[in-house]
């Protein structure tokens, strides 16, 4: 099989699995970051008005469908641009160097690509476990157009480019640096004698300790823009939030 086929498939598969442990949670944080809930009182609300532990699950759909068509757009352009970058540059000594640099870059420029295709899911996401909505998906998203038009649509797509463009870049350095580090490893216990090598629970643990550091890391970046992207999408007037600084400035104002 296509070696980039079966990437794929193993990407859609463990995202989906991904999505389904952690929907649950980002129900409840798109529940804390419209409301100004406390965990509890979130959770609780979920229960009570959409109908049981069901609830955590509402919105889930789009997500579930779109998981690996997002996941390919999002390396097919990281590659693309990647390649495009090292092929015009002049010496395999500058390709070298600028390596880290064009990783960077070519995430950057692959969040940003996801950026207008997740936009309108997470719309219909953000509604649906937010608000009091009953239906299918597609109806929601045919509401939105109904009500709002395209501007409906895309809403809270500034905050979403501040969310992902730059972590993006962050997240494909960090994967390839790992990357590397894991393959220094490698050489390093080859090279070593019988009985004192290097074992690979040591080299799986140091790559993830280091990705969950990063994750963190960019979330504490990241979050703000998030709770004013969730806060711009729940929000079914559009006078109410008439930029993402209006929407910052007020979130300032009423919960400060």
């Not at 608000?131 to 395209?150: N, Q, T, V, Y």
């Not at 998030?226 to 929000?235: F, G, L, N, S």
Request: hydrophobic share 45%; aromatic share 12%.
């Amino acid at each position: 099989m296509n070696p980039i086929l079966c990437d794929f498939i193993a990407g859609s598969f463990g995202g989906a699995c991904g999505l389904l442990v952690g929907h649950p949670m980002d129900t409840i944080k798109a529940w804390q970051q419209n409301s100004n809930y406390g965990m509890g009182n979130a959770m609780y609300n979920i229960i009570i008005r959409n109908n049981g532990l069901k609830g955590f699950y509402r919105g889930m759909y789009f997500p579930l469908l779109s998981n690996g068509a997002l996941n390919s757009v999002v390396f097919a352009v990281y590659g693309a641009q990647l390649r495009y970058l090292q092929k015009h540059t002049r010496s395999d000594r500058l390709r070298k160097a600028y390596w880290r640099k064009h990783v960077f870059i070519a995430g950057s420029v692959a969040g940003l690509a996801q950026v207008f295709l997740a936009c309108p899911i997470e719309v219909v996401k953000v509604r649906l476990q937010t608000l009091s909505f009953i239906g299918h998906p597609w109806a929601c998203l045919k509401d939105i157009f109904r009500r709002e038009g395209m501007a409906g649509i895309y809403r809270g797509i500034t905050p979403m480019m501040f969310r992902d463009v730059f972590p993006y870049g962050v997240y494909m350095y960090v994967y390839e640096y790992m990357l590397e580090i894991e393959r220094r490893l490698h050489r390093l216990n080859n090279e070593r004698a019988a009985g004192a090598s290097i074992g690979g629970a040591l080299q799986a643990s140091l790559i993830a300790t280091a990705g969950a550091v990063a994750g963190i890391a960019s979330w504490l970046f990241i979050v703000p823009f998030d709770v004013v992207k969730t806060v711009m999408q729940a929000e079914t007037d559009p006078t109410v939030h008439k930029s993402m600084m209006h929407c910052f400035r007020s979130l300032i104002k009423v919960r400060v």
